[in-house]
């Protein structure tokens, strides 16, 4: 993937949120490997939460650092199959202004390559919200590598071409001026 030697990084402020009935910061490594990940990539780790699978408490998790001003970008883990209790889709819907269909087609794409047809049981997606990235993403520790490592270290990299996620963040509010 092509960097631009003419673009300096831009660190990014980053919230994880792991969605699960059972795991604690102890033993949450799903949100372990994410905020490993991006702090590796040069960004910072603004908060990182669990919440239990309720769609109105995720919901409420989302508006709250959709409306600060110091976060730019959300990343969940867990609650995307298809059980009853996974409600993580329907909580991004709640607060969704655009969604964007091409990460969670784009994720299954590189997660068939490894686990097969097993990919289509996750419902992986991102949006916009109030000029803020959401990305919804398994609750796999391999799922959340897969999608940090062949998505995201790309697309939240400033320097990375043609385009990126960072790049337009300044005109994610622009339907509300």
């Known amino acids: 993937m092509p960097l631009s030697s003419d673009r300096e990084f831009k660190t990014v402020n980053i919230a994880v949120l792991t969605v699960s009935d059972t795991r604690t910061l ?25 919440c239990k699978d309720d769609a109105d408490v995720i919901a409420q998790q989302f508006k709250e650092w959709v409306s600060d001003p110091g976060i730019d970008v959300v990343i ?6 298809v059980t009853g209790r996974d409600v993580t889709p329907e909580a991004l819907k709640k607060v969704t202004d655009k969604e964007i269909p091409g990460f969670g087609e784009l994720f299954r794409w590189i997660s068939y390559q490894k686990i097969g047809t097993s990919t289509v049981q ?38 990375f071409m043609p385009c990126n996620f960072v790049e337009l963040m300044p005109r994610l509010n622009e339907h509300k001026t």
């Open 122 to 159: 996750s419902r992986a997606t991102a949006a916009v919200a109030d000029g803020t990235y959401i990305f919804v993403l398994p609750g796999s520790t391999g799922a959340c590598k897969d999608a940090w490592d062949e998505i995201l270290v790309h697309q939240l990299d400033y320097r």
């Open 26 to 50: 102890e033993d949450d490594r799903s949100g372990d490997t994410l905020a490993q990940r991006l702090t590796d990539a040069g960004h910072f780790l603004a908060d990182r939460k669990i």
């Open 76 to 81: 969940s883990t867990g609650g995307t199959g």
